[in-house]
């Protein structure tokens, strides 16, 4: 059984930083791409970023870029999202995700975790 579940959310003020964590668990993860998502209150879920197995190739939206940075674990089974000079507009629900077959954007994401809260103060 596939599990994912994110830590390090909180309450952080504006330029500061939070450092997101995802471990999974129940399969090998060694070549799985992996990702993190975000939905703020009355907006659809978006892309933050994502890394393919390999950690060699990654994603970023617009809206972080620069700011953000997504690595990957030793032992490929961790992700972690960096998030430095955060905004107000960081605030959101953050959630990891993994898929089998790294494709970019187009990569189809079939095990998600819980979901942890991000708030900045602006």
């Known amino acids: 059984q596939v599990r994912l579940v994110e830590s390090g959310g909180g309450l952080a003020q504006a330029g500061g930083s939070l450092r997101l964590s995802c471990a999974a668990s129940g399969r090998t993860f060694t070549n799985y791409a992996m990702g993190w998502f975000r939905q703020a209150p009355g907006k659809e879920r978006e892309s933050v970023a994502l890394v393919a197995g390999s950690g060699s190739a990654t994603y970023y939206s617009d809206s972080v870029k620069g700011r953000f940075t997504i690595s990957r674990g030793l032992a490929k089974n961790t992700v972690y999202l960096q998030m430095n000079s955060l905004k107000h507009e960081d605030t959101a629900v953050y959630y990891c995700?993994?898929?089998?077959?790294?494709?970019?954007?187009?990569?189809?994401?079939?095990?998600w975790g819980q979901g942890t809260q991000v708030t900045v103060s602006s």
């Open positions: 995700a993994a898929g089998d077959a790294w494709a970019g954007l187009r990569t189809k994401f079939d095990w």
